[in-house]
C-alpha cells in the first residue's frame, strides 16, 4: 500500500507556548511514556515531511533542534494567536499545520487525513459537537491578515476567530468522529498524565 505524502507546501508548527499554570511545570519536558511531550511531537511532525517546521514559545526553548525554526510571539503574548499569527507570517508553505505540545494522543493518519482536505486558499478546522479544535487545524497563507486583525483587537479568542473564518470561507470545519475523539485529548494537570 502506498504511503501518502505529506504536501510539501504545507509548514508546521508546534504550539509550546503556554504557561502551564494547571500542570505546575512545563508541559514540553512533561515526560509521557518515557518522553518529553516535545520529542512526541516533533517526531510526529516530522513523520509528515512537511516543508519546515516551527516551535512557537514565549522565548526560545532549550530543548529545540536545531532544523526547527523558533517563532517567538509576538509582545504582549496573546496565547496561541500569537503563535500561530507570527507562523502564518514566517511560513514559506501555503497552508499551516498547527499542532498543540500537549495533545500526545493525536495519529500520524489522523493528520494525515487533514491534510488531504485542504484547497487552495481554505484550510480545515475539525469540531468536537459545537466546539471548534484550532490547536489541531490547518490555517492557509490568507488567514494570515486576520490573525494579525484579531491581535489588534480585543477579543484573542480562537473560537471566535476560527468562527470568522469559516463564515469568510478559510476554514471548512470537520466533524471529528466518536473515534477520532480520543486524539483530542490533551494534558491539562498532573492527574491527566496518571490517568493516560
Avoid at 494522543?105 to 484550532?134: H, Q, T, W
Wanted: charged fraction near 25%; glycine fraction near 6%; proline fraction near 7%.
Amino acid at each position: 500500500m502506498a504511503v501518502l505524502r505529506f504536501p510539501m507546501n504545507i509548514s508546521a508548527v508546534l504550539l509550546a507556548g503556554g504557561e502551564s499554570r494547571r500542570m505546575g511545570e512545563d508541559k514540553a519536558t512533561l515526560l509521557f511514556h518515557g518522553k518529553p511531550l516535545w520529542q512526541i511531537q516533533l517526531e510526529l511532525l516530522r513523520k509528515l515531511d512537511p516543508a519546515e517546521i516551527f516551535v512557537s514559545a514565549r522565548t526560545d526553548p532549550a530543548w529545540r533542534p536545531d532544523d526547527v525554526q523558533f517563532v517567538a510571539d509576538d509582545s504582549p503574548s496573546r496565547g496561541p494567536l500569537s503563535g500561530l499569527a507570527a507562523s502564518l507570517n514566517l511560513m514559506r508553505g501555503t497552508h499551516l499545520l498547527a499542532l498543540a505540545i500537549d495533545m500526545p494522543f493525536m495519529s500520524e493518519s489522523y493528520l494525515r487525513s487533514l491534510c488531504l482536505e485542504i484547497e487552495p486558499g481554505r484550510g480545515v478546522l475539525p469540531k468536537i459537537d459545537n466546539r471548534a479544535e484550532p490547536l489541531v487545524a490547518i490555517y492557509p497563507r490568507e488567514a494570515g491578515i486576520d490573525f494579525r486583525n484579531a491581535l489588534a483587537g480585543a477579543d484573542f479568542s480562537l473560537q471566535t476567530l476560527t468562527s470568522r473564518l469559516v463564515r469568510a470561507g478559510k476554514l471548512r470545519p470537520m466533524r471529528v468522529s466518536d473515534e477520532a475523539r480520543e486524539f483530542f485529548r490533551n494534558l491539562n494537570q498532573p492527574a491527566d498524565v496518571q490517568s493516560a
